[in-house]
Every structure is written in structure tokens, then in C-alpha cells.
């Protein structure tokens, strides 16, 4: 991360529930507006995530996100409602002093983001990690090497290396919550996503009770100048596993359409 000096100033928070408001449902979403940018997530959508250069533009974006995501788990079969007609509600916001779509920006915590999480939290969370997955080594099925290897433009990341970078990010996300995990990772970066998403989800599935609620603050791996940031609740791991994914699916896919 870059030297930055965070400031949070919460602005609102109202209960994160879907609402009926006459014909439409009130989606509740999280803003991060800073310098220059604005992050937006949807609570009740892990995965949906996305970033505007204004809060309005966000806000754009995250309605288009949302029908995407309802259509997504729906064609894997989640058991979920049409959501028909809906709109979005702004339920909490954090204006902070950098921007919040660079790359390494500090992970601010949520109020949203501090209720305890339970079996079907987790439950849920593992299914919509395998959906994302399948679609991530989709996208990348049958690339070759110089296409893997190639350093796009203006862009931070090869296909590779975004594929490693998710990888261990993944099991970094684990070692938020005070968890030593081994940190020995394959070269091959297909053997690494393999070996990282078995060693989160066996983890997952036998994660402590007392790991399921409470606010951590861990010492490993951690940048100096992003302590401020660095909380971190089970809630928020889980979110961040399915939306840290869905995020590089999608900059993977407009890679591969430039190449």
C-alpha cells in the first residue's frame, strides 16, 4: 500500500434489510467516497462491487451490478426471488482522504460489517466463491502463455499475475482474523488458486465459534501507514472473499478482449 492517511467520518447507517417501498424493493448499499472516487457495495450481494468517479456514478453502476448479481446466482441455481423493480438506498457511507479505486487502498471496516456470521453465512459464502471460481478459470481456460504473460497498457496487472494476486490474497483474507496459516505457495499459478481455495474453505467450514463475532486487529502482514484500516470481523472476510474475486473476473475478461 501507499502512504496513506486515513480519515473516516460516518456520515449515515440505517438497518441493511431489503425494504418494500409500494412496487419496489429498497436495496441498502455501502459507499466509500474519497478523493477522487467512490466504492460502492451491496451488503446482501457479496460479489457486487464497484467503483465510480463520483458517488452518483457509483450509484449508476450499482444498480447495473445488482440485476447482474440476482441473474448470476440465479442461473446457479440459488434459490432466490425475482427481485423485479427495485432501487437503491444509501445505507451507510465512509468519506475518507484517499481514493478509493486505486489500487492497495486501505480496507476501511463497516458497521454492516461487524454482526456476527452463522453457518448459512458461511454456507453461502463457500457456494458463491465455486460459482465465481468456475467462471474465473472459464475465462482463462485455454489461454496461452504469451497471452497469460502479455502487460496490457496502462493496465496494472498481467493475466498471471492478477490470477497469483488473487490467489493469495484469498488466503490473506483468512489471516485477517488472527490465523496462522502455511504460507508455502506452488509456483504454478493454477496448482496456487487450487491449493490456497482448499486450505480458505477447509478452514471455512470448521471456522471457531469464537471467530464468528468481535473485531480483529492482526499483527502479521500488515502495512505501517494502514493500521488505521486494518479491522477486521468474520462478516467482512466473507464478503471480501466472494467480491475480491468477482472484481479480477471482470478485469481478466476485459484483458483477454483487448489481447
Known amino acids: 500500500m501507499r502512504n496513506f492517511r486515513p480519515l473516516f467520518i460516518l456520515v449515515t447507517f440505517h438497518t441493511l434489510k431489503q425494504r418494500v417501498w409500494g412496487s419496489h424493493v429498497k436495496i441498502p448499499v ?15 450481494c457479496p460479489g457486487c462491487w464497484v467503483f465510480g468517479r463520483s458517488p452518483e456514478r457509483a450509484l449508476e453502476k450499482v444498480r447495473v451490478a445488482i440485476a447482474e448479481w440476482f441473474r448470476w446466482v440465479k442461473e446457479q441455481g440459488e434459490p432466490v426471488s425475482d427481485v ?10 465512509l468519506r475518507v482522504t484517499y481514493n478509493p479505486v486505486e489500487a492497495g487502498k486501505p480496507e476501511p471496516l463497516f458497521w ?8 448459512k453465512d458461511i454456507a453461502r459464502t463457500i457456494r458463491l466463491m465455486e460459482y465465481s471460481r468456475s467462471d474465473l478459470l472459464r475465462s482463462v481456460s485455454g489461454l496461452s502463455d504469451e497471452v497469460l504473460d502479455w502487460p496490457p497498457p496502462k493496465e496494472p496487472r498481467t493475466i ?3 490470477l497469483r494476486h488473487t490467489g493469495i490474497v484469498e488466503w490473506w483474507y483468512i489471516t485477517r482474523l488472527d490465523v496462522d496459516l502455511p504460507e508455502n505457495f506452488p509456483q504454478d499459478v493454477f496448482q496456487l488458486l487450487d491449493q490456497t481455495r482448499k486450505v480458505v474453505t477447509n478452514y471455512l467450514r470448521t471456522l471457531p465459534q469464537e471467530k464468528r463475532s468481535g473485531v480483529y ?3 502479521k502482514h500488515v502495512d505501517p501507514e494502514a493500521t488505521i484500516c486494518n479491522l477486521w470481523t468474520a462478516r467482512k472476510v466473507l464478503r471480501r472473499l466472494v467480491d475480491h474475486e468477482r472484481l479480477h473476473a471482470r478485469y ?8
Not at 454492516?112 to 453457518?119: F, N, T
Request: aromatic share 4%; proline share 6%.
Open 30 to 44: 455501502c459507499l466509500e467516497v474519497g478523493v477522487g472516487g467512490t466504492g460502492a457495495f451491496v451488503p446482501d
Open 84 to 93: 423485479g423493480k427495485f432501487d437503491v438506498e444509501v445505507a451507510e457511507v
Open 112 to 119: 454492516s460489517e461487524v454482526l456476527p456470521v452463522d453457518d
Open 160 to 162: 498471471r499475475n492478477c
Open 217 to 219: 486487529q492482526p499483527k
Open 252 to 259: 481478466i475478461e476485459r484483458i483477454s478482449r483487448i489481447k
